[in-house]
């Protein structure tokens, strides 16, 4: 996959690039990247990108015609680039999203600054806008970086352990459980022992009604879409048939 960012701060990148499972991932070839800075577009000496909002108010808007530059450049390295816009305007991130542009040949991926871009860059052309949530943050590029990584460790060959993007929170629509590793005593704390007994039913049953309460607790949106299968469906009566029982 060839991922190819829009950003004033191409430099940030270089988080996803040099380091980690998506780092190796890259030296390995598995993904490519490059940046295009809409700054080398700008049509004037000092490289001026930005301009005041037409109605007044606060802040900076990203110009058109230096944006638009940027992109007709990315669409001419990547023809097939899905176009995506980072903006807290746009629907929240979902795994299933994730997943999906995982299986574009190319993305490209415009990030903002200040308080955003001029319109119409987004009326004139085919973008999606994605939010990473419901917080603010001071640009897209973190925001992109987060897509980004998201998408790589899903693409073929990137995950050691191909199980591990199989059984990922969300995945199956439900929290991780608790995990544990040597040594069995920490302080006060042991390791519980259905998970050293090596009966391995009741150690999966363990994990799922964990998974259970803490999706309960914690993410109780989560169940409400999710179809449950008869066994989490009885483990999940047992454990509010307790909550009753014991109130905390
Ligand atoms: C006062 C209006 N604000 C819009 C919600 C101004 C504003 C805040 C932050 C304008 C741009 C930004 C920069 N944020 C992003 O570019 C961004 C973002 C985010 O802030 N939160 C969640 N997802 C994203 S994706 C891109």
Redesign the pocket.
């Known amino acids: 996959m060839h991922i190819q960012a829009i950003t004033l701060f191409p430099e940030m990148f270089t988080a996803l690039t040099g380091s980690g499972i998506t780092g190796r991932a890259y030296k390995h070839g598995k993904w490519q990247f490059t940046a295009i800075n809409p700054r080398q577009y700008a049509d004037n000496p000092l490289g001026y990108i930005d301009d005041r909002p037409f109605g007044g108010g606060?802040?900076m808007i990203m110009m058109a015609p230096p944006l638009q530059s940027a992109i007709n450049a990315a669409k001419e390295t990547c023809p097939q680039g899905k176009l995506i816009y980072?903006?807290?305007?746009?629907k929240?991130l979902t795994h299933a999203q994730v997943a999906n542009l995982a299986n574009e040949p190319a993305l490209i991926v415009l990030?903002?600054?200040?308080?955003?871009i001029d319109e119409r860059i987004l009326s004139g052309n085919n973008i999606t806008e994605?939010?990473?949530?419901?917080?603010?943050?001071?640009?897209?590029e973190l925001?992109?970086m987060m897509l980004m990584d998201a998408v790589i460790r899903l693409l073929p060959g990137i995950l050691g352990d191909e199980r591990s993007a199989v059984e990922d929170s969300f995945v199956n629509g439900l929290l991780d459980c608790p995990h544990y590793t040597r040594p069995v005593e920490f302080g006060q704390q042991t390791v519980p022992d259905v998970l050293r007994s090596g009966n391995h039913a009741l150690i999966a049953q363990w994990r799922l009604t964990q998974s259970l309460k803490r999706t309960l607790t914690r993410r109780p949106d989560l169940l409400v879409n999710r179809v449950l299968t008869p066994q989490e469906s009885s483990l999940l009566q047992k454990i509010k048939q307790e909550e009753r029982e014991i109130p905390s």
């Open positions: 606060p802040g980072m903006s807290p305007q746009g929240p990030c903002g600054r200040y308080e955003g994605i939010s990473i949530g419901d917080f603010v943050v001071s640009g897209g925001p992109a």
